[in-house]
């Protein structure tokens, strides 16, 4: 009995693709006015940006309950005893407790299920999904695509360069890049991911400019095994950057997607992330 | 005084009336219960979530068939553990598992039995969070649910009664939260989702006892009095509202129908109240249309007072002051920066970017060693970068760095754009060598072009100066001179070679009309469409223009 994986909408994987590597997806919601859309499911990518951008409403998430997780967890029950659940951070959503508490109550009946925080959402999470999902391919036990997530997790670097500071504000996720709030000149904000939480990099003035910081960035690690570009609403921003980078690291695996609605509720247009990961010590 | 009503027994669909009751209750609620949530993510939805998770509980509860009051609370249980959103939602989701726990087979539920669920969805309530938080919605159903057995255990059999009970204890417990939870004290609030649980418990008794069931019951129109302000600045305290304005006014006339202006008010936005009688009828509404409100008010008869303020501006500068003010007590830097400014506008911008100290002057004012060595040990960390901002300022600067005990790096930035380039570039994750090459790097990447009047006439490489005449200065090169500052200006950007550049931002001096900036700006970006323009009060002495090409 294969170990199976689960994550989340927010890994932002295209289901067909996600379906063919055998990992199921819990959707979180993107809500406008009381109208709740699960993700990947019943909104597509394009009329979410365009009600974000033209509509009056802003829209808010809300995380998977803990019954939908059991409706997920339980028909994979059929099939094995064992699921990894890798899910976006702690810090930024209520998923992954939902998930624990889903957890609990099949544990109680007997299934093993792991649940983990990615501490990383999006182009991470899909990283570390799709390294769990290649162990257990491979026949890998639980323990091990535990190890396997938890090593990647550890070497993934996030980094996010926003138009406005505006939807993370207002989605209450700023953390400590709130520090960036309340200039009186219009800046990009550069962001990271650390321990899970939005925090401040470094503010620029211009998107070229911050496009040569986040290259400089990028080049700066030793080490890459893969870099992932993901974009909200500006593709071609993320093409230049990705075919800029491949000329000076062609050997390392780099690959453009899009930020879903949730991930946009929170980013707002114009989003450009860089999910780099960095090989074994 | 209305007759006392007294309830021993509740069926299965009384039940799921009081529920529908109670969750009708919440959603008229729920903007002033987003208002408040700042625990544990204050993204302003848990009244949203708490709504929406009822409105879950009450779709399962309309399709299962009156089979008992615990069956009736089984199906209630299945919708919330399927519909539960947002923290609170999860919570509340488990309260309601917790009581049809209790309740389990029971045809009806009498007075024990309510207080069994009580007490059973509290501790469910507690075991659904990891690692349960004082002064939430936890302690609020906790102590409500004490209140309720005490009732009991006193004799009382009556389920109205020991709501009355419950519904005192939960507010009083919820006026409790701020102390229990530093960050709701911080923000002047109570819990959100204790307010939410309130306002259930609340919607329960009010139906039980037959009340109507509208907020607020007891405004009167003829005058604004307390009341009305204390429930439209509750509707204000509202986070993120949907639209843009608060609209606010009183219709006299003749056979008003306070009932039909609402519905026709409810169709236009939100936080509506409407409240009168057939001779005055006062309105309270957000709308992005406020004149489609206007003009139902004149139809149905004259307007007496009118109010309209544009709300999201309001909201949008009252947070980010806060935030910024908030989060920069909080927590300084373990490197501060340090940068000389002549100017009230420029020490504004500066301040606002996040740098620490600001050393008046400039140019026509060099400050001195000591006044930058105050300024450095005025600091709160040991390691400070200083800006000098002018080339005649950088000796002092460097000066200042052999007087003190503290690590002080000089980034010889010679020009104010090029001060602001390198502050917005300081990165406290890296240490003072790094930020010291990074902001070097950024000032570099910035052009400055500086526009004032000649103090004399002067003949710099060719270009032929008579005094009182404008002149540009191109990254400290006398470049031309012209007869008005906005011409120096605009022929001064066109002139520089800013390769890859993209925005200029304009900063006007004190004695620079804003419009002659707007006008400038406006020709800037007519001549160079590559560039965005951004005009910044920089209210320095001196300079009409100090612009930077980045």
Avoid at chain 1, 80 to 102: D, F, M, P, R
Avoid at chain 2, 32 to 45: H, L, R
């Amino acid at each position: 009995m294969a170990v199976r994986i689960v994550t989340d909408s927010t890994a932002d994987l295209p289901l067909e693709f996600a379906h063919n590597l055998g990992i199921t997806i819990v959707p979180l919601s993107v809500i406008f006015g009381d109208e709740a859309f699960r993700e990947g499911i019943e909104i597509s990518h394009d009329l979410f940006y365009d009600k974000l951008i033209h509509g009056n409403v802003l829209p808010t998430t809300s995380a998977p309950s803990v019954g939908d997780f059991l409706e997920a967890y339980e028909p994979l029950l059929k099939q094995t005893n064992e699921i990894v659940s890798i899910h976006l951070s702690s810090k930024l959503s209520a998923t992954y407790g939902n998930a624990c508490q889903a957890a609990q109550i099949l544990t109680d009946r007997g299934a093993r299920i792991e649940v983990i925080d990615s501490r990383v959402v999006s182009l991470g999470l899909t990283i570390a999904t799709m390294a769990a999902a290649r162990v257990a391919r491979e026949g890998g036990k639980i323990d091990q695509i535990k190890a396997t997530v938890e090593s990647v997790v550890q070497r993934l670097r996030i980094y996010i360069l926003l138009d406005t500071l505006e939807y993370v504000r207002r989605g209450g996720r700023i953390g400590r890049a709130r520090a960036f709030l309340g200039g009186m000149l219009r800046v990009k904000p550069l962001l990271s991911l650390q321990d899970g939480e939005v925090h401040p990099w470094e503010r620029v003035r211009t998107k070229a400019r911050a496009l040569d910081r986040l290259f400089q960035i990028a080049t700066s690690y030793p080490n890459l095994r893969e870099v992932a570009i993901g974009y909200s609403t500006n593709p071609q921003d993320a093409h230049d950057f990705q075919q800029r980078l491949a000329e000076v690291m062609p050997d390392v695996n780099i690959w453009v997607g899009r930020f879903g609605p949730v991930i946009g509720t929170h980013g707002g247009p114009g989003v450009l992330g860089l999910g780099l990961l960095e090989g074994e010590k | 005084m209305a007759t006392r009503v007294t309830i021993e027994t509740l069926s299965g669909g009384q039940l799921r009336e009081m529920f529908a009751a109670a969750a009708a209750w919440l959603q008229k609620h729920a903007d002033s219960v987003n208002a408040i949530n700042v625990f544990p993510v204050p993204d302003g939805d848990t009244g949203t979530n708490m709504h929406l998770t009822m409105r879950a509980v009450m779709e399962e509860a309309q399709s299962c068939p009156d089979e008992g009051a615990g069956k009736m609370m089984s199906c209630m249980s299945h919708g919330a553990l399927m519909g539960a959103r947002g923290n609170s939602g999860v919570i509340l989701s488990q309260i309601v598992r917790g009581m049809a726990r209790a309740l389990a087979e029971a045809e009806s539920i009498d007075a024990a039995a309510w207080v069994r669920g009580m007490e059973e969805g509290a501790g469910a309530a507690y075991q659904a969070v990891t690692k349960p938080v004082e002064g939430t919605i936890l302690t609020v159903m906790r102590e409500a649910s004490d209140a309720a057995r005490k009732a009991l255990d006193s004799g009382s059999r009556d389920i109205v009664g020991i709501l009355e009970t419950t519904v005192e204890a939960a507010s009083e417990s919820l006026e409790r939260t701020p102390t229990l939870l530093p960050v709701l004290a911080e923000a002047g609030v109570v819990d959100a989702g204790g307010k939410g649980l309130l306002v259930l418990l609340d919607g329960m008794v009010r139906h039980l006892r037959g009340e109507p069931m509208e907020i607020p019951a007891s405004v009167s129109a003829g005058e604004v009095g307390q009341e009305w302000l204390t429930v439209t600045s509750q509707l204000h305290e509202q986070e993120a509202s949907l639209y843009g304005y608060c609209t606010e006014f009183l219709i006299g006339g003749a056979g008003l129908e306070p009932d039909g202006v609402r519905e026709q008010m409810l169709l236009l936005g939100d936080s509506v109240l409407v409240v009168g009688d057939d001779r005055l009828v006062r309105v309270h509404l957000h709308t992005d249309d406020p004149g489609a409100a206007l003009s139902h008010g004149t139809k149905a008869g004259s307007l007496l007072q009118v109010k309209v303020d544009n709300i999201r501006q309001q909201a949008d500068r009252f947070l980010e002051m806060h935030e910024a003010q908030a989060d920069v007590d909080a927590q300084p830097g373990a490197i501060s920066t340090v940068a000389v400014a002549a100017g009230k506008g420029m020490a504004t911008v500066f301040r606002s970017v996040g740098c620490t100290k600001i050393v008046p002057g400039g140019p026509t004012m060099n400050p001195s060693t000591r006044d930058i060595l105050d300024a450095v040990e005025a600091c709160p960390s040991d390691d400070v970068i200083v800006l000098p901002n002018d080339k005649n300022i950088v000796m002092a600067a460097k000066q200042a760095a052999g007087l003190t005990q503290k690590r002080l790096r000089v980034v010889e930035t010679n020009s104010i754009p090029q001060g602001i380039a390198a502050v917005l570039a300081l990165n406290q994750d890296m240490d003072l060598e790094g930020n010291v090459a990074v902001m070097e790097e950024a000032r570099q990447g910035v052009h400055t072009v500086e526009v004032c009047r000649a103090v004399r006439s002067t003949s710099v490489g060719g270009v032929q100066v008579r005094e009182g005449q404008i002149i540009a200065i191109a990254d400290d090169e006398l470049k031309l001179a012209a007869d008005t500052a906005e011409e120096g200006a605009l022929r001064a950007v066109q002139d520089i070679e800013a390769v890859g550049a993209s925005l200029v931002t304009l900063y006007h001096g004190a004695d620079t009309r804003k419009a002659d900036a707007e006008s400038l700006a406006d020709r800037i970006h007519a001549a160079l469409p590559q560039y965005e323009v951004e005009i910044v009060d920089g209210g320095q002495p001196h300079y009409n223009y100090i612009i930077s090409l980045e």
